[in-house]
């Protein structure tokens, strides 16, 4: 089935369409706000968001965009909203918007790690959500999801050569919170 | 390389672009000051955290629960028009009925007066009251019997 035979069939309401529409693209979206949100549990729950959002509001997909494309938008908005909802006291100076509770070892992510590991990630997650909002869709779409700088571009409504300046702006702002928090904790 | 070239180059270190001698002016450094060490390799340990981004597996079910949660949704805007809407255009019809007959009642009272000057007037407007009620009493039919 194309692209636009798919979509024609979720408009006519065709379950077997919406089926089709999320086992291809379900680890898309589950990914990518897992990549945002750190939490299986709630990057299922936006998954889920995610898919009937898109189902309800078919008739607006004009397919000037792939359908990939949208669903990366919205899993990159709803998971940005959602750690916005559950803001904490970062590592990293003011409050930040950052993801809901702390790790856990339940999360799969940490399941395998020691706790210096659990703890590492916690440090790097916590930095990168204190970078600016462009930075941080960039670099997490492009270093945690591998999303292609054309394709960043395209989600993002940019050109490969900001997604480019970004993402270069973004590590190396990362790498200067990073050095600041542990030469400040490591004495 | 003092301490603060260490933090100066740890860009280039992380990304392996220190040249031969530069990458030997840092190792010497490391060796001998065990903060910079400390940091370097806490540093490496969580950038590397990136390079091995974890996938979730995806979940066998979530379809089953979307159509579910859209079937379920789609039932409750129909329960709603049932529970909500229905007896409000009930209620407006009724006020709709209600105003057209105090204003029949009016015509006819004022049709007793001045019988004479408004024959043909009071004739059409019968005519559209006539109209009005029949609607209405359609819709009302319509919507009393609808299930
Ligand atoms: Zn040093």
């Known amino acids: ?187 | 390389m003092n301490c603060k070239e260490i933090h100066n180059k740890l860009n280039a270190y992380l990304e392996s672009s220190l040249d031969d001698d530069q990458l030997r002016d840092f190792n010497m450094h490391l060796d001998a000051c065990d903060t910079c060490k400390k940091v370097v390799s806490e540093m490496e340990l969580t950038m590397q955290i990136l390079d091995r981004p974890v996938k979730l597996e995806a979940d066998p079910f979530m379809h089953t629960r979307i159509i579910a949660e859209l079937e379920n949704e789609s039932e409750t805007v129909k329960w709603k028009f049932k529970q909500v809407l229905q007896p409000v255009l009930l209620g407006m019809i009724i006020l709709v009925g209600v105003y057209l007959g105090i204003g029949l009642g009016n015509r006819f009272y004022d049709e007793d007066v001045f019988s004479n000057q408004q024959d043909s007037e009071v004739n059409l407007i019968d005519l559209e009251i006539d109209t009005y009620a029949n609607i209405t009493s359609d819709i009302e039919t319509f919507l009393l019997s609808e299930e």
């Open chain 1, 1 to 187: 089935m194309s692209e636009q035979e798919l979509i024609d069939a979720i408009k006519r309401q065709d379950p077997h369409a919406y089926r089709s529409l999320i086992d291809q693209y379900q680890p898309l979206v589950l990914n990518t706000c897992y990549s945002f949100v750190q939490s299986e549990d709630d990057a299922k729950d936006l998954t889920q968001e995610v898919f009937i959002e898109v189902i309800r509001s078919i008739k607006k997909f004009r397919g000037e965009s792939k359908i990939s494309t949208w669903l990366y938008r919205m899993a990159v908005n709803r998971s940005l909203n959602h750690i916005k909802k559950y803001k904490r006291r970062s590592l990293f100076g003011e409050v930040e918007e950052i993801n809901k509770g702390d790790f856990t070892a339940s999360d799969s992510f940490n399941a395998d790690k020691s706790i210096e590991d659990q703890e590492r990630s916690k440090v790097l997650f916590d930095a990168i959500n204190s970078l600016k909002k462009n930075q941080r869709i960039a670099f997490t779409l492009h270093k945690v999801e591998g999303v292609s700088y054309a394709e960043i571009a395209e989600i993002m409504n940019i050109t490969t050569y900001s997604v480019e300046s970004l993402i270069y702006r973004a590590k190396s702002n990362l790498q200067k919170k990073l050095l600041s928090y542990y030469q400040k904790n490591m004495q």
